[in-house]
């Protein structure tokens, strides 16, 4: 009777341990919730033993890694060692031009990694499209989850010693901390070495009452964004507008993209809350990811307030070595437009994505030819009047969902598609059926906006509230949420949009 025990509990543990590509582990699942629970209770045992507990940090962020991209972790080892090395050398260097040489050779070989396992597949296509199939044999690589994430953090690193911002880790375990960490590792915040390596050795770690409480709060509001906003608005509405747009109205095309809107801001916003908030409860801060924007009265108020990590390594180590806007009105308005070329290529390798980072670089340049030209355009988004700042904020969303719609369809066909519907077969009579057929959706985008266009300070007081309930109350909110997730969520494991990217 015993062997049958045996062998289940044996099966149990080689699935731990093993990778499974259709079920990667991510933060809203059950089973990395129970692996972090037993994770919390060993760390803590190493409060006041700063190697041991890297060198711990260091295995679960590579097993965490194992679990989502398999043998690719070898990949971020392969990083490390490249980076720190070429740091040490950077540093001790004598002559600029060898320092210069190293910093190249680090961007060389992250781009090179970034290149061949994101484009590859992209500029075969292109190529057999110009010269016919079979010039190329086509290849379908594997993406690691995150690379992008961890090869821009790793780059940073490297260009800020070759700048003299910061002085190289002697320690190549602490370089791997910083870059393997697990709540930033998949999908950032990008995390720069200068605000993170500091945090790294000390001694005792200390979370406080108020890191605490504020890592509950992002943790259950990001679950609340991830798990019951986005990945139901997206199984239950959006995917299935932007599969066979054909299929609906005009009226639905548009309430999809701008359901879009809101689930690519709930996964990927919700993603970062948890990151930060697992890290607090570990000890660790990091820096704001996401700031309410689709409140932005202008695109560049936007883009101070979306995916704040990787707009501000776009200007720090792209734009300004472009020559920002030190060299000339036209060059800046260049510098801008391929500065986010380069950004949309990131997201991924496919025309649609340089399209929607074009967009953006002609709005941020005509944006910045507007402040120059018209007087007053220059006044922040608190000086706007009341109208002003509600006409701006509807024009930039709207010039930011049309981008959306690039982004997220899966073909420029399908781009073509959705805008006839609403252009040409919008039929504004139908909409009461259609608010009727899909309530609970259109009930959980009309949430998620309305909590999302709330003033800040009622995001604050909901943070004090639950920074200063008792550790009880705070178990309690958290069983609440968990039960919600299991009663909205579908049987299906819906990883988080940015794991492609």
């Known amino acids: 009777m015993t062997l049958p025990a045996t062998d289940g509990f044996w099966d149990k543990v080689q699935a731990l341990l093993a990778y499974d590509a259709s079920s990667p582990l991510i933060f809203s699942s059950g089973l990395f919730l129970f692996l972090f629970a037993g994770f919390l209770l060993i760390y803590s045992a190493f409060r006041r033993a700063p190697t041991a507990r890297i060198v711990y940090v260091i295995a679960f962020s590579l097993y965490f890694y194992y679990k989502s ?3 690719y972790f070898l990949l971020l080892i392969f990083a490390a060692a490249s980076d720190f090395l070429i740091a040490q050398g950077i540093y001790r260097a004598r002559f600029k031009g060898l320092k210069r040489w190293l910093v190249v050779l680090s961007v060389a070989v992250n781009l090179g990694m970034l290149g061949y396992f994101k484009y590859t597949n992209f500029f075969i296509d292109i190529s057999n499209q110009l010269f016919g199939q079979g010039f190329l044999q086509f290849q379908n690589i594997f993406l690691p989850v995150g690379i992008s994430f961890f090869v ?15 002085k190289p880790l ?15 590792l998949v999908a950032g915040p990008i995390v720069r070495a200068r605000d993170f ?6 001694n005792p770690i200390v979370v406080t009452r108020e890191m605490f409480g504020t890592g509950v709060f992002l943790i259950l509001t990001g679950l609340f964004k991830k798990a019951i906003i986005s990945d139901y608005i997206s199984l239950n509405f ?15 095309c548009l309430m999809g993209i701008y359901g879009y809107a809101l689930q690519i801001y709930c996964d990927f916003s919700g993603y970062s809350d948890m990151a930060i908030g697992i890290a607090l409860l570990l000890g660790f801060r990091f820096p ?12 560049t108020e936007f883009w101070r307030r979306w995916h704040i990590s990787l707009s501000s390594w776009l200007r720090d180590y792209l734009y300004i070595s472009l020559g920002g806007n030190r060299k000339g009105r036209l060059r800046t308005y260049g510098n801008l437009l391929l500065t986010m070329l380069l950004g949309g290529l990131w997201h991924g390798a496919a025309v649609r994505f340089i399209l929607w980072g074009g967009l953006h670089g002609t709005a941020l340049a005509l944006h910045k030819l507007w402040m120059s030209v018209v007087p007053g355009a220059k006044a922040s988004g608190a000086q706007m009047h009341w109208w002003s700042r509600a006409a701006g904020i509807f024009l930039t969303f709207n010039i930011v969902c049309f981008g959306w719609l690039m982004f997220r369809a899966e073909s420029m066909q399908t781009v073509s598609l959705m805008l006839h519907q609403i252009f040409e077969n919008f039929n504004a009579a139908m909409i009461p059926q259609v608010l009727t057929g899909y309530a609970a959706a259109f009930a959980l985008i009309a949430a998620g906006y309305i909590l999302h266009l709330l003033p800040g300070r009622v995001d604050a007081l909901a943070q004090r509230i639950v920074v200063h309930a008792s550790l009880v109350l705070q178990v309690v909110m958290a069983a609440a949420m968990i039960w919600c997730v299991m009663q909205i969520k579908s049987s299906d494991i819906q990883p988080f949009i940015y794991f492609q990217f």
Do not use: C, H
């Not at 953090?153 to 700048?163: A, E, F, V």
């Not at 959006?238 to 639905?252: A, K, N, T, W």
């Open 288 to 299: 704001k990811n996401f700031d309410a924007p689709y409140k932005s009265a202008t695109i």
């Open 197 to 202: 390596i500091p945090q790294i050795r000390q």
């Open 170 to 184: 002697s320690n190549w375990f602490d370089y791997l901390f910083y870059l393997s960490f697990f709540p930033q």
């Open 238 to 252: 959006v995917d299935r507008i932007f599969d066979e747009p054909l299929l609906y109205s005009g009226f639905e």
């Open 69 to 71: 991209s398999g043998i």
């Open 152 to 166: 821009f953090q790793s780059m940073s690193y490297t260009i800020d010693i070759y700048r003299g911002q910061l």
